[in-house]
């Protein structure tokens, strides 16, 4: 499964984002989808997930009510919307597709493959 994730850019505090993961692959479907961010000097966190049929979705509490994590299965992509943005989000933001359970869903050695990452920069 190769991901790429796109979507990234500068933005205001305040604004919305949208970032996307479009992946090859016909077992797309089966994969939970992870977002993760990486700040510089930073380890990378776990931002949100959502599960392979897209029925639940999970989320960091810096994100839960900010940003929701949704896919399209029909079209092999998953989505991040990101609202109401602040300048701590500010990171290069990453998706990976693994089959964690639900417990490990925030841990980046659970998922197998990973994308190259979208910048996304948030100004005060």
């Known amino acids: 499964v190769q991901l790429q994730a796109s979507g990234g850019g500068w933005v205001q505090a305040g604004a919305s984002l949208r970032l996307s993961c479009a992946t090859s692959g016909r077992s797309f479907s089966t994969y939970v989808i992870g977002w993760f961010r990486q700040a510089p000097g930073k380890e990378r966190e776990f931002v949100a997930a959502i599960k392979s049929s897209g029925s639940t979705t999970f989320y960091a509490d810096s994100v839960k009510g900010r940003f929701t994590t949704s896919r399209d299965n029909a079209e092999n992509t998953a989505y991040l919307q990101m609202n109401r943005v602040k300048p701590e989000d500010t990171a290069v933001y990453y998706c990976?597709?693994?089959?964690?359970?639900?417990?490990?869903?925030?841990?980046?050695?659970?998922?197998?493959?990973w994308g190259q990452g979208t910048q996304v920069t948030v100004s005060s």
């Open positions: 990976a597709a693994g089959r964690p359970i639900n417990s490990a869903m925030g841990t980046p050695a659970m998922y197998y493959y």
